[in-house]
């Protein structure tokens, strides 16, 4: 991995990590629905634009269902449970929690698959499980009313994420910048419904604003223009890399920009939840050359 792709995948860490920090800011005001409607909007303009200028072509009529399934899973459920969770976790737990969506994978895997779980996967589950319990345990956030709900709504959505990354596996062939334009136009169809159900608990300031945006472009749009870069560059495994990367960027983040406290069980779940997210996947990056690049690929949201 050369130093422009190694600039790329921390970039592209910091600005998933940051993905937390902004629903943080925005839902305990905009409530989930409203903000993720405004979240997919943004990016589906955005991508829309861009793709004009790269001549990518969205081909609505030929793969609309296909678009509808995996932004489902892939974006507008898990987008939704996220940012309800927003409301009340900080963003440095809802960074790890949403780093466990390999080890949903694994157990989807066994379940639907009957994929036989190796011993090193088994030991990865045990110590995410621990790592998750440690996190959730002492951080005094998860005592607020309602925080075990917003940990549950996590959960799911990394679990929905795995669900996606499953479907993408078996559905046809889709151009991996078709499926991120296309599915950020179905999901803003799917929030809609959602909307009555969380209103708006207030007038959004400016800053809340520049969050909004910020998810929508930033998050949503740039970051997979950058993620697919990566892929193309350095393979699907290296890039993945930045699933290990964006919790610590969340914590960070939110311990500058939101005061959140870093305590030992902050580094000690999180370190835990990375190491059994490692021994789950199986992960050896791989710095030199580049990995083929599958023609479907998971669309890791954040």
């Given amino acids: 991995m050369n130093t422009a792709n190694l600039l790329r995948l921390i970039v592209l860490a910091s600005i998933w990590g940051g993905s937390f920090l902004f629903m943080r800011i925005s839902a305990p005001t905009l409530g989930p629905a409203v903000l ?6 943004f990016a589906a303009l ?7 200028v790269l001549r990518k072509r969205l081909d609505m009529r030929a793969h609309w269902k296909h678009y509808f399934i995996l932004g489902f899973f892939n974006s507008a459920f898990p987008f939704l449970l996220f940012a309800f969770a927003a409301r009340t976790l900080p963003a440095s737990v809802l960074a790890v929690l949403n780093a466990t969506a390999p080890m949903w994978g694994a157990l989807l895997g066994a379940v639907w698959g009957r994929q036989p779980i190796r011993a090193r996967t088994a030991l990865g589950l045990v110590l995410g499980t621990v790592g998750v319990a440690l996190l959730v345990g002492f951080d005094h956030a998860t005592s607020r009313p309602g925080a075990g709900i917003a940990v549950a709504a ?6 929905s994420y795995s669900v996606a990354s499953l479907y993408a596996r078996t559905a046809k062939s889709v151009e991996p910048f078709a499926n991120a334009h296309g599915t950020m136009w179905t999901s803003a169809l799917m929030v809609l419904p959602a909307l ?3 209103p708006p608990a207030g007038a959004p300031t400016v800053g809340i604003v520049g969050a909004v945006i910020a998810l929508g472009v930033l998050c949503s749009g740039i970051a997979y223009i950058l993620y697919f870069k990566l892929i193309e560059d350095v393979g699907t495994t290296s890039a993945l890399t930045v699933t290990f990367l964006s919790p610590v960027f969340g914590i960070l983040w939110g311990a500058l920009f939101l005061g959140e406290a870093i305590g030992w069980y902050t580094i000690a779940g999180s370190a835990i939840t990375l190491v059994g997210t490692a021994f789950v996947t199986g992960f050896v990056p791989r710095f030199g050359r580049a990995a083929p690049v599958p023609v479907s690929t998971k669309m890791s949201s954040k």
Avoid at 36 to 41: A, D, F, H, P
Avoid at 46 to 52: D, E, R, S
Wanted: charged content about 10%.
């Fill in 46 to 52: 955005f991508l829309a634009i861009v793709g004009v």
């Fill in 196 to 198: 009555p159900l969380f």
């Fill in 154 to 159: 996590a959960l799911v959505a990394a679990l």
């Fill in 36 to 41: 993720i409607e405004c979240r997919v909007l």
